[in-house]
């Protein structure tokens, strides 16, 4: 039993010929990349020419540590001025980007106002002495809290100018440095000093310029900056902002840097200040104890009439001196913490403390520092914002923490304090126990002196440490350190040339393919034959024949070398392999040929008459008979006229004969004789099954070789199918580009229910320059028209 199934496994050189048929389908329509590709490119040409650029300018600094207290601690000497901390990258970022820092730059820079020279196609920014003149806008309500349009500036002479308002269509001239009202609008227009061009060639250049208020202004360049660390653990910030003119980015970032570090400083000198107070009023009170002790010992030698103190008495008294000093020591530590305390607990809630004042206690130190950044801290946001704020809120629970903390370091440190004096006391005592036998007037004095000794040395303590509170809040330390000036990159970051043309390329190339993949996608016409094969594979292809071009003859003659003329030959030679007689002892030779079709437009006429044609130039006497009796197309190719006699006149007139219906030498020097259909019968069907139809068939045959009958379409009239019996070759016509591929499976039908006797497959219309074209079957140098092919048409 023979096998039908198809083999569907897919080899590599079935997928990589599928491939390059994809390829091939698309560059078939080169042309229109091209086109879309120059059309692209050429609108990415045009929008880099004449769109702004925009650069990008950049900053970094490097936020220094924490200066704002002074440790110095100790009677003896301080450790160095400055206390290094942590530094919070977060906080100074919120400071830098704040409104209250670029409301500052703002009015440095005079960013209120924006000016502009025209140009062909677009404008430019301008800045400093790029423009020609300034405008002085008199603030009043019509412009504190709006932006005006953007006015044009004609110069008409060196001191007039026309100014314009295009959305308005104002209009009116001024002269320069002349008070004037623009539409509401209070201001002045002086020639900038410091202008870099020639002021006495600005007529005829356009200029424009607008305002808009501080707070627009400040929104606009606090969304333009970006702050951002250079690293994780980098404590240097990188600055970023982007505009159209160069030097305006960088004179706004340097303005913003200084800014900054001027902020910074003034913050450090408030803490300065605070504590260079505490330490006055301490050395205020300290001076009048230290004049009653001097006072007191100046009294007791005068009275007592005494002398210098003997050497022998200095060696009893040194253990108890080194005694009375760490006395003296814990002494100022308990009296400096506990008057820290009270300023503490008698200041407002939400002052600044006196940092670093000489207390040795390093939590209270670290708590005191805190608890003034967050005073700062508060400070700053309650420029900007009210108590209600959340972040003032929770700034505020945050300070009355610390407040307690400090108060409870405190406790804790007078305590320990406390403790610490009542044991070096009691070692005192013990050895003033050994000091009791020396003179009461010496031992008197001893201890005056000793009194005195204390005072001077806090004395000179807290003198000192007013000088460096003196010096701290003199000193204009930078709390940041410059790492890089505002330096602009010298491309711009837009529009970014490189990727607009790599992007037209590709929408150059996305754009056709995407509409010939919808095309393609929705394009249910056969367009190759593999098409055919998928769909009909048991059923051979006889011919492909390629377009047929309108300019040319529809009926191929003898001498024709055209590709249309080589493919009916094939077919013509096709025809014997397909013959069923062949072999065979038969009382005829003659072959009936029928040619179909499934609907109409599909090229079966001119088939059936060019391989009519064909069949004589090969010396076969051939009968063209035209059996389509509803819609006869043969008369037009022929340029005969329709109302001759033929088929139906013979079907239902008996006394026609064959001899009345045939036309000799239909076409000039071709032996072809054809019967048309003759007239449009009411009842085609009918008349194709009466027996005059097979006796017109049968003397056919007796007469020619070929008998070739173009039939009606088989899926609008059952006509084919009734006469299918006298059929001995059916050619089954389809076109490229026109037949549906949904029209298939009515012909794999037609076939498998043997409606149509030997049934063989001709594809019409096939293009002859594309992928799907008919050299790609039969294309191989043969023909007229392979020799007058283009170069450029290589694809």
Known sequence: MENTNLNTTSTPEDSSEDLKKIVLQYLKYWPWFIVCLVISVSIAFIFLRYSTNIYQTNAQIKILKDQSGLDLSGLSGGSPLIDMSKVNLENERSVLKSRRIASKVVDNLDLTSSYYKSG?????????????FKVEWIVNDSIYDTSTPQYTVIFETL?????????????????????????????????????????????????????????????SLTNQISIEPLGDRSEILNI????????????????????????????????????????????????SELDTVESGLASYKSENDLVQIENNATALFGKSTEAELRVFELSNQLALTQDFKEELTEQDEYDLLPARIGITNDNINSFTETYNQKILERDRLLISSTTENPSVKELDKLILQLRKNILNTINNYIKSLEFSLQEVQRRE?????????????????????????????????????????????????????????????????????????????????????????????????????????????????????????EEDNKVILPNDRSSIAESFRIMRTNLNFMSVKKGKDTSSKSEVVYVTSTTKGEGKTFVAINLASS???????????????????????LNLKKDQSGVTNFLYDNSVSIEDLIIKNSIENLDLDVILSGDIPPNPAELLMSSRFEELINEAKQRYDYVIIDTAPTILVTDTILISNHADITLYITRSGYTDTRLLPHIRDIHNQNKLANMGIVINGLDETGINAYNYGYGYGYGENQQKKKSWKFW
Not at 120 to 132: T, V, Y
Not at 467 to 486: G, H, M, N, Q, R
Request: aromatic share 10%; with cysteine.
């Open 120 to 132: 062909s196609f677009k404008s430019s920014e301008i800045w400093k002495n790029e423009k020609p």
């Open 159 to 219: 001191n007039k100018f026309e100014i314009k308002n295009p959305e308005t269509s104002y209009s009116d001239t001024y002269t320069v440095g002349e008070p004037m009202n623009v539409e509401g609008y209070p201001l002045v227009l002086n020639f900038n000093p410091d202008y870099n061009g020639d002021i006495t060639k600005l007529e005829g250049i356009n200029f424009s310029f607008s305002f808009r208020s501080v707070s627009q202004a400040v929104s």
């Open 240 to 287: 970023s902002i982007k505009g159209q003119n160069k030097t305006k980015n960088e004179d706004i970032l340097n303005s913003l840097i200084d800014q900054f570090n001027s902020d910074g400083i003034d913050d450090n000198r408030l803490v300065a200040k605070r504590t260079e107070e505490f330490v006055i009023e301490r050395l205020e009170y300290l001076v």
């Open 429 to 549: 005592r013990e050895f003033d126990s050994n000091i009791n036998k020396l003179p009461e007037q010496e031992k008197e004095i001893r201890n005056i002196k000793r009194q005195q000794a204390v005072k001077e040395k806090l004395y000179l303590f807290l003198l000192q440490k007013r000088e460096e509170a003196a010096l701290s809040f003199a000193i204009t330390a930078p709390i940041i350190k410059v790492v890089d000036y505002a330096y602009t990159q010298p491309a711009p970051v837009s529009p970014k040339s490189q990727i607009i043309l790599l992007s037209s390329l590709v929408i150059g190339l996305v754009i056709p393919f995407g509409v010939l993949y919808i095309l393609f996608l929705f394009d249910t016409k056969i367009k190759t034959k593999d098409q055919i094969r998928a769909f009909l594979p048991n059923l051979p292809i006889v011919a492909e024949v390629p377009q047929h071009k």
């Open 615 to 637: 069949l004589v130039a090969a010396k076969k006497k051939t009968l063209l008979i035209g059996c389509d009796l509803r819609n006869p197309q043969i008369h037009n190719y």
